[in-house]
């Protein structure tokens, strides 16, 4: 955090955000939404007030994005956001270049209340780190507990900290070539003419999805990604099986250096896999996986990710040239580099709150916007939610996924979205 001439408050972006406004285009408006469906309907007055009060333990939320003129950064508002009935596209884009606006949105609809955010504020992490806090509050003002035994004792400073900066090994510099991707394949179908996002959440028993993983005697991380892999190349043609599959798969880098950032602090692995290896058994699938997942998740492997966040940052030929000068530069290494993807699958893992806040909470969703398609799983208590987002109008690859799972006696309860006159409506479909 820095003070300006004036005495505004303004933030560095962290190393993973600094190109995500370059790739804010389109169908990517760079927004994530989870959501928590509680057992009852929403009090907007008493959600309003806690949210004020989170929102002092979390000050730089209240931030909007400028230009510098090398890097954009956050600057400070002197307000906080208003909680509004969900009434637009899910993850209808939050950042307007040129508009000082808030880069986050609380809404709520009956029992479900909403947290978008631009991604350049927090990864799934920190969102989540910030959403309990909320939740808290507001389930205890409604249900007079004393939120305090919730209490997070991390300072502001370290909730903002940029971990990224914190634990860069100058030694290990990441060079910007050894960017390289795979033609992957790439999905295909119709898409909203609008682009705007089209989302499917279903619900599951986690115990029963984890207890199919230990059958194939693997992890849920992947065995998801396994499942959606078969899914994609059960709809491939000849001629496209023989490009790879490729799925990107963030992982939370806290699990690896300690920290308490409610910023970005995420690496990304990548698993490829080639249809002409699949011989109609999954654990032809799983094998290649789960190999990918134990090399790319060594300690060694992972700090080289963390690093490639800092090079864009560190690197001297870039640092000094003008943002005008590097933006088109910038987002064409992005347009490379989807074509290098066919998905992503996101674990943000298993959701906690507090004993006396749990009864009055049913599940979590997540969901990330995405060009192409993107899948978010969220775990809480005993219902694994996968929520799935992309432009595409209908959902096959996802309704081959959740056939596999019905075939394994796994129970699945599907929604989805339409869109009528550009508002959102959720159908549930069983």
């Not at 780190?129 to 939120?147: G, K, Q």
Request: proline share 4%.
């Amino acid at each position: 955090m820095n003070t300006g001439r004036k005495g505004n408050k303004w933030y560095k972006l962290d190393n993973a955000a600094i190109i995500i406004p370059c790739s804010a285009h389109g169908a990517e408006t760079r927004v994530f939404r989870i959501a928590c469906e509680l057992n009852e309907d929403v009090d907007p007055a008493i959600l309003q007030t806690a949210l004020d009060e989170t929102l002092k333990e979390f000050p730089y939320l209240n931030s909007c994005l400028r230009k510098g003129l090398f890097w954009y950064y956050l600057d400070a508002l002197p307000f906080g956001a208003k909680v509004e009935e969900d009434a637009e596209p899910v993850m209808f884009p939050i950042y307007i270049p040129g508009r000082r606006n808030l880069l986050y949105r609380v809404t709520y609809y009956k029992r479900r209340i909403n947290l978008e955010m631009f991604h350049v504020l927090a990864d799934g992490t920190g969102a989540i780190i910030f959403l309990r806090r909320l939740l808290t509050n507001y389930l205890s003002a409604v249900h007079h507990l004393d939120p305090c035994a919730a209490q997070d004792f991390s300072s502001r400073d370290e909730k903002t900290i940029d971990a990224f900066s914190r634990y860069y090994q100058h030694e290990k510099d990441f060079k910007i070539g050894q960017l390289k991707s795979v033609n992957a394949y790439q999905l295909h179908g119709e898409r909203d003419m609008n682009q705007l996002s089209h989302v499917v959440e279903a619900v599951l028993s986690a115990k029963q999805f984890v207890d199919a993983a230990h059958k194939y005697g693997t992890t849920v991380g992947v065995f998801a990604t396994s499942l959606y892999i078969a899914a994609v190349i059960d709809g491939m043609s000849v001629h496209d099986s023989t490009k790879p599959v490729v799925i990107s798969v963030p992982v939370n880098l806290r699990q690896f250096f300690p920290s308490d950032t409610t910023r970005n602090f995420f690496g990304v692995i990548t698993i490829i896999y080639y249809a002409k290896d699949y011989d109609g058994d999954l654990q032809s699938i799983i094998k290649i996986v789960k190999d990918q997942f134990s090399e790319q998740l060594q300690h060694e492997n992972i700090s080289n990710t963390m690093n490639s966040f800092s090079a864009l940052v560190h690197n001297m030929a870039i640092k000094f040239i003008p943002l005008v000068l590097k933006e088109p530069g910038l987002t064409y290494f992005i347009y490379l580099q989807r074509k290098g993807v066919t998905a992503s699958m996101s674990n943000m893992e298993r959701i906690t709150m507090p004993d006396e806040i749990t009864p009055y909470i049913d599940h979590f969703a997540a969901f990330m916007s995405a060009p192409g398609m993107q899948v978010t799983m969220a775990t809480f208590g005993d219902k694994l939610v996968f929520g799935s987002a992309g432009t595409f109008t209908s959902h096959p690859v996802m309704l081959r996924f959740y056939r596999r799972l019905t075939e394994m006696g796994i129970d699945v309860e599907i929604a989805t979205n339409d869109y009528n006159n550009h508002t959102a409506d959720i159908k549930e479909a069983r």
